[in-house]
């Protein structure tokens, strides 16, 4: 399994932004797919974002327009820019890394969105 690790997170009012990390200890350009994930109290995990290995990108409805899933390959590092956040982004962040049937998983960042 490849390690992850995030950084970036933390407290921020409604509207402000954020922009997650996510250092990886395997090659990005070996993953079939690479994201963000997220999970609410009392909620299951859910897809925030994801990029593919051939370049697709795909985002939750609920985040389109606002946050912009990005990488660097040469320093295998995932990251997550998040533009007027909400309320209900509020949230544990993990990372993944998606390679031959084996997911690799963050531990998880605190996002809390509150005024």
């Known amino acids: 399994q490849v390690q992850l690790v995030e950084s970036g997170g933390g407290l921020v009012q409604p509207g402000g932004s954020l922009k997650l990390s996510c250092a990886a200890s395997?090659?990005?350009?070996?993953?079939?797919?690479v994201g963000w994930y997220r999970q609410a109290p009392g909620m299951e995990r859910e897809l925030v974002a994801r990029s593919t290995w051939d370049g697709h990108i795909n985002y939750a409805e609920s985040v389109k327009g606002r946050f912009t899933i990005s990488r660097d390959n040469a320093k295998n590092t995932l990251f997550l820019q998040m533009n007027s956040l909400k309320l209900e982004d509020t949230a544990v962040y993990y990372c993944n890394y998606y390679r031959r049937g084996v997911d690799s998983w963050g531990q998880g960042i605190q996002v809390t969105v509150s005024s």
């Open positions: 395997g090659s990005l350009s070996d993953a079939n797919s």
